[in-house]
């Protein structure tokens, strides 16, 4: 593990409790490319299952791995709200990461993680990254579907529906995000599959290529998803997925 400075000097945006930070996993050897991975955890905190442990599956694939300790809002009250901090992190990374000569990179979220990375892939500005990987995200922040812990740590109790829909990543999917692999449960109780199938919908109304993989049983948070017979294949399915992108030799 290598820690990579992350912002220079004070970031911009809302301050927090933990600074952001940059944690690489060197692949042995020269890299195909480099991941940037996003954990998740409701904005609030960021999972252990789903940063290093990733990373270390990702180096094995021949494919540098950075795990972004981006801001997030804990548990403090009447704090400000956390947008756009999270996003102003990813962005930096990215940008540190291709400044580091990665050549090709990629985005790797899961549940909050994974509408921050969903953001990027659709945010009009700055480096969107050249392929974006979902496990079950968290993408729609209205309606029924809405993860109201991340939407709430995002834009505060007094966030607007207008806030909302602009940071539900499936409204602005547009020909410029990049190809996107998805995989969900259908049985997670915490953040829908109708979160990735609505993200795949736009996708595909506007012609960019994706990969959804939706299994029949397994929580929300299942990280590698070790033990669950159907869903353990994402691992799999995802490396094929990202050799055919130009990441890593393909199995």
Known sequence: MIDVLLWPETPPGPATAES???????????????????????????????????ARWLVTLGIDAYVLRYRVAGAEPGREPLNPAPLYDLRQAVRVVRERGAG????????????????????????????????????????????????RQLLGPDGTEEQATALSAHLNVTA???????????????????????????????????????????????????????????????ATWLADQGFGPRP
């Open 176 to 238: 410029e995000t990049p190809p996107t692999f998805l995989w969900h449960t259908a049985a997670d109780q915490g953040v829908p599959a109708e979160n990735s199938l609505l993200f795949a919908t736009a996708l595909g109304r506007v012609g960019t290529p994706y990969e959804l993989h939706v299994f029949p049983e397994g929580r929300h948070g299942l990280g590698l998803a070790q033990d669950e017979p159907a869903a353990s294949a994402w691992p799999g399915l995802c």
């Open 20 to 54: 952001p930070s940059l944690t690489l996993y060197a692949a042995d050897g020269p890299a195909t490319g480099a991941v940037v991975v996003c954990p998740g955890g409701g904005y609030s905190g960021l999972a252990d299952h789903e940063g290093a442990v990733i």
């Open 104 to 151: 090709r990179v990629a985005v790797m979220g899961f549940s909050a993680g994974g509408h921050l990375a969903a953001t990027l892939a659709t945010s009009k500005e700055g480096d969107r990254a050249d392929a974006v990987i979902l496990g079950y995200p968290v993408i729609d922040l209205t309606g029924a579907r809405v993860h109201s812990g991340s939407r």
